[in-house]
């Protein structure tokens, strides 16, 4: 086992719970995890949302998704994904096609490249996930999941 939080941001006193202590270990990790996530996304020309979308629109096949769409699937709060969408559109990686049917529908759909590079990132992300998260015994990686779904499920009820 590492370094506790208060040894590593050399904290003398205790925390004034453990609730504090459980939120400044989540921020930390977080902020750690999104650091490495940074670092290796841009190693290939992505940010982490980019390739939130790349994931986003595999996923949703040859029809594609709207902007709103892909807005309410993103891991994170986005304000302006037309302008990531713009941008993700003039490096190749994605086009937004009017639908015949619907006018007012813009579905945005992967290019082969696009598409060549989130294919390519599976094996890469697996091996950063498995760095970061390889060490935990899958009961302790189901015990993660659940308490952080149980956290997120109580910040939505606010």
């Given at each position: 086992?590492?370094?506790?939080?208060?040894?590593?941001?050399?904290?003398?006193?205790?925390?004034?719970?453990?609730e504090e202590e459980a939120a400044l270990n989540l921020y930390r990790?977080?902020?750690?995890?999104?650091?490495?996530?940074?670092?290796?996304?841009?190693?290939?020309?992505?940010?982490?949302?980019?390739?939130?979308?790349?994931?986003?629109?595999?996923?949703?096949?040859?029809?594609?998704?709207?902007?709103?769409?892909?807005?309410?699937?993103?891991?994170?709060?986005?304000?302006?994904?037309?302008?990531?969408?713009?941008?993700?559109?003039?490096?190749?990686?994605?086009?937004?096609?009017?639908?015949?049917?619907?006018?007012?529908?813009?579905?945005?759909?992967?290019?082969?490249?696009?598409?060549?590079?989130?294919?390519?990132?599976?094996?890469?992300?697996?091996?950063?996930?498995q760095r970061q998260f390889g060490h935990l015994t899958r009961g302790?990686?189901?015990?993660?999941?659940?308490?952080l779904t149980q956290v997120r499920a109580q910040l939505a009820q606010?």
């Amino acid at each position: 086992m590492g370094a506790t939080l208060r040894d590593e941001i050399h904290q003398t006193p205790p925390f004034q719970s453990l609730e504090e202590e459980a939120a400044l270990n989540l921020y930390r990790t977080t902020h750690l995890l999104a650091e490495a996530g940074e670092f290796f996304y841009r190693q290939h020309g992505l940010t982490p949302t980019q390739y939130n979308v790349l994931r986003i629109l595999r996923g949703a096949g040859d029809t594609g998704l709207g902007r709103n769409d892909i807005r309410e699937r993103l891991l994170g709060r986005m304000p302006d994904v037309t302008r990531l969408l713009d941008k993700m559109e003039e490096a190749g990686l994605v086009r937004r096609e009017r639908s015949a049917a619907d006018r007012r529908s813009v579905p945005t759909v992967l290019t082969a490249r696009g598409r060549d590079l989130v294919n390519a990132l599976d094996e890469p992300v697996a091996a950063l996930q498995q760095r970061q998260f390889g060490h935990l015994t899958r009961g302790q990686l189901h015990t993660l999941i659940e308490t952080l779904t149980q956290v997120r499920a109580q910040l939505a009820q606010k």
